[in-house]
């Protein structure tokens, strides 16, 4: 399916975009583009301004101050520490992060990741009793990443005299566990801005006050680096595709900085292997790094991918990254493969377009990818999308939201017919008897109907503002870097630019186009890449396009990055 429409973010936000001029003195380009953030005068600084010193005190989190008692409490009494991840990048990252913390402040720690197959999602009774036979001698439990959902687990772990902590991110249930700590900002109302954390940013904020409490009492940590670890939050953070806004915000700006460094000989393998340069961005880690460490998890063991980032030995560290790589491309293949014929399924039902979610399954498709499929076809259609695999009389599956739908509530309707559900508002898993799919569909389709319109449904690309060549004088360029770090919810500014005259175009090195256009306020330089000069329009066109300042071919001139192109009178 095409891009249907474009869709001006910034549409009936005139006042905003004013407000933001006069109160901060702001060119109205930047202006326009915090204004389709909703970024309101009195966050600006903060927003172009993120510092470290500006993180909020962890123990604004009910519980966290015991919890992090309790882990010194263990380091002290020589009781050692198990914590219970998850195999995803988010749960990955945040093992890695506790666990170094703790150990540079004399915990024993152990790491359990669980197997996808073997052992499902989330910390259960079996996945508590496998973790105990690598540390039959544990007081002290920390999930990261899961747990939220796991009263089961916790009361067994509390008749084994097992104090645990738990730090998540997930939507919880009407009952939350027992454990000592509960570090999750969504089950308390007064942490809103917190709400948007990853795992990762959980864990951390128990790391930041396991060292706040040791320091305050004369316990540890003074030599703990807080800023160290902030690569690892940047690699989960962005990986599970939270906002990157408020101090998510923050910690990746740090985080990547210290990724570009590679200082970690894990992350200096792994980006050695694809070729990623110093100059790593966030979508370097959406599209390279989180997939192959994700591999692990997926088709492979994810116990490869924790050892890769908590190596300290860069021979040995190559040859995780080297596995990595092999189970990217086993993930790559069934992907592809299950991809085609999840198509197939879509295409063959005429009633798919009236329909408000996709779902498709499959007999004995590969668990493993059916998340990344089911992401591609909530991108492919524009609709939510749930995708099976059939294994017996049971099924089991992932599902992607689109929008601000919000998933975990919807599936609430269809609880009475699924085993098991959870996750957060934009992706989810799910398990229900086979026999039950087509009631499952019937009540989330008509679930998602209630809350949505046929016009949300639409596929689009949303832009920041409409501008002129005049708009773009040299002043925007000052404030273009401070709007870095872009990801989720801060996506890179993108123009919509009407009528303009295309001047000149030409053929360039490694198929892209280059040349000058203009409209009737001003001339200007552009880029397309990955574009053939023989399929670039001519005369009046439309386009969406990112100003940048040329370096390399005419050093300090303002150009456009061009994203989209349209003839003019096509739109």
Known sequence: MGVLNWKNNCRGKENQIRELQESCGLPRAIAAILAARNIAPADVDAFLDP????????????????????????IINKEPILIHGDYDTDGITASALLSLVLRKNGAEVFSFIPHRFDDGYGFTPESLEKALAHMPGCKVLVTVDCGITSCDAVDVAISRGIDVIITDHHEASN???????????????????????????????????FVKYGRAHNLGGFGTKLEEVMDYIALGTVAD?????GENRIMVKYGIEILRKQLRP??????????????????????????????AGRVGDANIALELLESDNIVEAYRFAGELEKFNRIRQNKEQEIYREAKKQIENNLAWS???????????????????????????????????????????????????LNFVEVLGNAAHVLERYGGHPMAVGIGLRADRLTAFFEIINESIKNVISKEDLVQYISYDEDMQVSDLDMEIFKYMDKLAPFGHSNPKPLFRFNELTILSAKQIKGNHVRGVMRDRTGRIEFIMFNMSIDKFPTGCVDVLATPQVNYNYNAGAPQLNIAYIAEHEVL
């Open 175 to 209: 009952e939350l566990p027992k454990a000592i700590a509960l570090i999750n900002p969504k089950i308390y109302p007064e942490l809103e801005d917190m709400h948007l954390l990853s795992g990762v940013g959980s864990a951390f904020k128990l790391s930041h006050a």
């Open 51 to 74: 510092r470290l010193a500006k993180l909020s005190d962890p123990y604004r989190f009910p519980g966290i101050e015991i919890a992090a008692k309790r882990l010194w409490d263990a």
């Open 354 to 404: 009236s329909e408000y979610v996709i779902l498709v399954a499959g007999r004995d498709w590969h668990q493993g990818v059916i998340g990344i499929v089911a992401s591609r076809l909530a991108r492919d259609y524009n609709r939510p999308a749930i995708v099976l695999t059939i294994q017996g009389d049971n099924a089991y599956g992932s599902g992607r939201s689109v929008g601000s």
């Open 241 to 245: 595709i939270v906002p990157i806004l």
């Open 266 to 295: 894990g992350v200096r393998a792994l980006s050695e292997s694809i070729n990623l340069k110093h100059d790593l961005m966030p979508t370097d880690i959406t599209f390279k790094l989180a997939p192959r460490i994700n591999a």
